[in-house]
Every structure is written in structure tokens, then in C-alpha cells.
T-cell receptor
Framework: DVKVTQSSRYLVKRTGEKVFLECVQD?????MFWYRQDPGLGLRLIYF???????EKGDIPEGYSVSREKKERFSLILESASTNQTSMYLC??????????FGEGSWLTVV | QKEVEQDPGPLSVPEGAIVSLNCTYS??????FMWYRQYSRKGPELLMY????GNKEDGRFTAQVDKSSKYISLFIRDSQPSDSATYLC????????????FGKGTRLHILP
């Protein structure tokens, strides 16, 4: 079975804190993605990666960075969390076009 | 014009009815068409995946693609309360660099 695991389901962080969201996939997929999902705005792509140590900006990369040191792991980093980064964060992976698989999501609240 | 348009709903239907969910799109380069089901506070789950035109059936679910009209549909037969969720359509082109474009989702309620 396809498995994308996000280590933290619910987090509460203070403004200015550095936040790490971890994602691991067990399907040997080349491509990994980070999205955020907000009511009325849908899914928005933050960053993606097609290979180890490679990263590309998505539509809303400001305030975020990523790390991909191993093929199966893709981390999202909020350098200095702000209240407007309160959201649901979704990690996803794919091998080919069209078959993108999501994790369960990480609900982040910044206070 | 938005690349993908999807009615947000909510759509309420009685249990056992046939449900029709739809998306329209503007980019004729799209070749991959997907439907995702998302339960509250969960990640989207891939339901159906179609390449190019035609129909695909999986149990109670049928996905249709009409590329001439730039219109895709998901049909759910014998709908169940457990089908209550948000359904997102998604599509992309054939190149690796082609972004996957998601609809904003339709909220579906199946009434017992």
C-alpha cells in the first residue's frame, strides 16, 4: 500500500519559532511536494523536489524552506513562524505524472 | 478564466442516489485527470485516475473525461453516508515540469 507519513498531525507553535514538518514516503518515489490547504483557497504548492538535494519553488514559497537529504524524506521548514502560516500542510509524492499521493496532513496553529 | 473550475457545493443527496460531480478546465494540454476524496481533517485520497479521454470504472465509481468539452465527471452509484466528503478534481499535462492543477473541491453530503 502507498504510504506517505507526516510525523506531526497537530502542532501549536509561537510566533517567531522555527518549525520543522517531516514527511517520509515508502514508495521509492522521485517526486515530493509540500502544499498548504486553506478554506476557500484550495491547495497551494509551496515547494517541490524531483530528486535528492534538489528543490524548486512552488506558488507560495515565501517564509518557507525545504530539505531533501534522502530520497524518501522531504522536510518543510518555517524559519520564523507567523500567524498567517496557521494552516493544514500536506506532503505528497509521485513517481509519474498524475498519480500523486498525499499524507494525512499536519495541522499547524501559530499563536 | 481559471484553469480548473469546480462547484464548491455543498451538494446534498439522499442515500442510494446517483451522485454526479464535475469539473471544467481551460487548458487543452491536460492529459492526466484525477479525482480525490478528502474526509474532514484528513489528507486527500486518490480515488480515480484517467489518462486522456474516456471512461474508467471502479466499483461504484465511474470517471469520465470529455476532452472536446473540457469537462470531467465523477459518478457515484448507490451512494452511502460514508461517501460524505469533499471531492477534488486534479489534472496535469504530460511533461514532468507540468504542474498539477487542483479544483477547490465539492462538499458532498449523503443523507441517510
Amino acid at each position: 500500500d502507498v504510504k506517505v507519513t507526516q510525523s506531526s498531525r497537530y502542532l501549536v507553535k509561537r510566533t517567531g519559532e522555527k518549525v520543522f514538518l517531516e514527511c517520509v514516503q515508502d514508495m521509492d518515489h522521485e517526486n515530493m511536494f509540500w502544499y498548504r490547504q486553506d478554506p476557500g483557497l484550495g491547495l497551494r504548492l509551496i515547494y517541490f523536489s524531483y530528486d535528492v538535494k534538489m528543490k524548486e519553488k512552488g506558488d507560495i514559497p515565501e517564509g518557507y524552506s525545504v530539505s531533501r537529504e534522502k530520497k524518501e524524506r522531504f522536510s518543510l521548514i518555517l524559519e520564523s513562524a507567523s500567524t498567517n502560516q496557521t494552516s493544514m500542510y500536506l506532503c505528497a509524492s509521485s513517481r509519474n505524472r498524475g498519480t500523486i499521493y498525499f499524507g494525512e496532513g499536519s495541522w499547524l496553529t501559530v499563536v | 478564466q481559471k484553469e480548473v473550475e469546480q462547484d464548491p457545493g455543498p451538494l446534498s443527496v439522499p442515500e442510494g442516489a446517483i451522485v454526479s460531480l464535475n469539473c471544467t478546465y481551460s487548458n487543452s494540454a491536460f492529459q492526466y485527470f484525477m479525482w480525490y476524496r478528502q474526509y474532514s481533517r484528513k489528507g486527500p485520497e486518490l480515488l480515480m485516475y484517467t489518462y486522456s479521454s474516456g471512461n474508467k470504472e471502479d466499483g461504484r465509481f465511474t470517471a469520465q473525461v470529455d476532452k472536446s468539452s473540457k469537462y470531467i465527471s465523477l459518478f457515484i452509484r448507490d451512494s452511502q453516508p460514508s461517501d460524505s466528503a469533499t471531492y477534488l478534481c486534479a489534472m496535469s499535462g504530460v511533461n514532468r515540469d507540468d504542474k498539477i492543477i487542483f479544483g477547490k473541491g465539492t462538499r458532498l453530503h449523503i443523507l441517510p
